[in-house]
T-cell receptor, first 114, second 114 residues
Framework: AQSVAQPEDQVNVAEGNPLTVKCTYS??????LFWYVQYPNRGLQFLLK??????LVKGSYGFEAEFNKSQTSFHLKKPSALVSDSALYFC????????????FGKGTMLLVSP | DTGVSQNPRHKITKRGQNVTFRCDPI?????LYWYRQTLGQGPEFLTY????????KSRLLSDRFSAERPKGSFSTLEIQRTEQGDSAMYLC????????????FGQGTRLTVV
């Protein structure tokens, strides 16, 4: 069975500093990996995905994520955090068969202080 | 707005009553997913459709839950004889017919069983 672990319930960072939100996964075969963000009273919004190719993928709002196959990780990063980045972030995985569903982590709350 | 639409946004019901939620996916998307999200948790997979065919159901989906997508367009999720433990946010998502494509989520239906 596939699974996602987000080891931090909350990440605190000062505005302007770099941020990292951690994600590790377990899946049979090659993974398809996704990051979503959820603002209060809003649905999940897609940020970025890794399917194949370059291990560093870039997404919306200046976010990027680095795929590391040996460490089975897909950490979300941003060079300079904004207060408006404060939200709940979810990592998700699907196996490359194309028929499996998305499995989500429990989420990490990112709080960016002014 | 051509995003995923869910109705109603909020539903309060008495224990033992039946409820039905509706999801209208993005029109060209063949796949439709239902997830449930409780406070402090990531979305948990319930079921998914490819066109009108229900291809997978989670063990979370008890016999009281049923989902349909009769013409491969909108979908309904019905919960019979609701219990307090059914209180959650029910999320619908849709995607194109390939595992590499990200799913787009609606804003969800928040169910409160009293």
């Amino acid at each position: 069975a596939q699974s996602v672990a987000q080891p931090e319930d909350q990440v605190n960072v000062a505005e302007g500093n770099p941020l990292t939100v951690k994600c590790t996964y377990s899946v049979s075969g090659n993974p398809y990996l996704f990051w979503y963000v959820q603002y209060p009273n809003r649905g999940l919004q897609f940020l970025l995905k890794y399917i194949t190719g370059d291990n560093l993928v870039k997404g919306s709002y200046g976010f990027e994520a680095e795929f590391n196959k040996s460490q089975t990780s897909f950490h979300l990063k941003k060079p300079s955090a904004l207060v408006s980045d404060s939200a709940l972030y979810f990592c998700a995985v699907r196996d490359s068969s194309g028929y499996s569903t998305l499995t989500f982590g429990k989420g990490t709350m990112l709080l960016v202080s002014p | 707005d051509t995003g995923v639409s869910q109705n109603p946004r909020h539903k309060i019901t008495k224990r033992g009553q039946n409820v039905t939620f509706r999801c209208d996916p993005i029109s060209e998307h063949n796949r439709l997913y239902w997830y449930r999200q409780t406070l402090g948790q990531g979305p948990e997979f319930l079921t998914y459709f490819q066109n009108e065919a229900q291809l997978e159901k989670s063990r979370l989906l008890s016999d009281r839950f049923s989902a349909e997508r009769p013409k491969g367009s909108f979908s309904t999720l019905e919960i019979q004889r609701t219990e307090q433990g059914d209180s959650a946010m029910y999320l619908c998502a849709s995607s194109r017919d390939t595992g590499t494509m990200e799913a787009f989520f609606g804003q969800g239906t928040r169910l409160t069983v009293v």
